[in-house]
């Protein structure tokens, strides 16, 4: 449903407490581990890019733009 509106599902998953998992309808995928206070992004293509938790996400932008 929440594809259906155009929005980010965010859950913690029951085998990985902790961490936090936003699903962007693009499918890119956040996951945010509470104790190391790191989110790594999980690109389409494969490619992953972590950055520190306390840096607020920004909306995943996919296709990336190319410099």
């Given at each position: 449903?929440?594809?259906?509106?155009?929005?980010?599902?965010?859950?913690?998953?029951?085998?990985?407490?902790?961490?936090?998992?936003?699903?962007?309808?693009?499918?890119?995928?956040?996951?945010k581990?509470?104790?190391?206070?790191?989110?790594?992004?999980?690109?389409?293509?494969?490619?992953k890019?972590?950055?520190?938790?306390?840096?607020?996400?920004?909306?995943?932008?996919?296709?990336?733009a190319?410099?």
């Amino acid at each position: 449903m929440c594809f259906q509106q155009g929005k980010a599902c965010v859950y913690e998953p029951d085998e990985e407490p902790g961490t936090i998992v936003t699903e962007w309808p693009n499918g890119v995928i956040d996951r945010k581990c509470l104790k190391a206070n790191t989110r790594t992004r999980h690109w389409p293509d494969g490619t992953k890019e972590t950055t520190p938790g306390d840096v607020p996400p920004s909306f995943p932008h996919w296709p990336r733009a190319t410099a």
